[in-house]
Nanobody, 124 residues
Framework: VQLQASGGGLVQAGGSLRLSCAASGFALDYYHIGWFRQVPGKEREGVSCISSSGGITYYADSVKGRFTISRDNDRNTVYLQMNSLKPEDTAVYYC??????????????????WGPGTQVTVSS
């Protein structure tokens, strides 16, 4: 499973970004997909996950109400819409596959496979 996150960048606090997660060489619609983030020198932090059908989503408390995960299986892509960004959201964001989508998976960052991340920087 090879996933590629994109869409990161530099944004001011209060702004928005939309991250994309694309799959290479396989159909994404069979997989539960999640996002986690990491700041150099710190532990990984789970952000969100979405079930293969898109019917189930979970969010970390730190992003609930500001971030929205969605998927377009026809485009083989999962998205993370990030609104009301804060400086503490600054991190490298990774999309990853998951055995299941649950709040436990998000909280424990129990993802299976991921590819290169994308840098998100939020300035104050």
């Amino acid at each position: 499973v090879q996933l590629q996150a994109s869409g990161g960048g530099l944004v001011q606090a209060g702004g928005s970004l939309r991250l994309s997660c694309a799959a290479s060489g396989f159909a994404l619609d069979y997989y539960h997909i999640g996002w986690f983030r990491q700041v150099p020198g710190k532990e990984r932090e789970g952000v969100s996950c979405i079930s293969s059908s898109g019917g189930i989503t979970y969010y970390a408390d730190s992003v609930k109400g500001r971030f929205t995960i969605s998927r377009d299986n026809d485009r083989n892509t999962v998205y993370l819409q990030m609104n009301s960004l804060k400086p503490e959201d600054t991190a490298v964001y990774y999309c990853a596959s998951a055995r299941i989508c649950s709040i436990v998976v998000v909280d424990t960052v129990d993802f299976s496979s991921w590819g290169p991340g994308t840098q998100v920087t939020v300035s104050s």
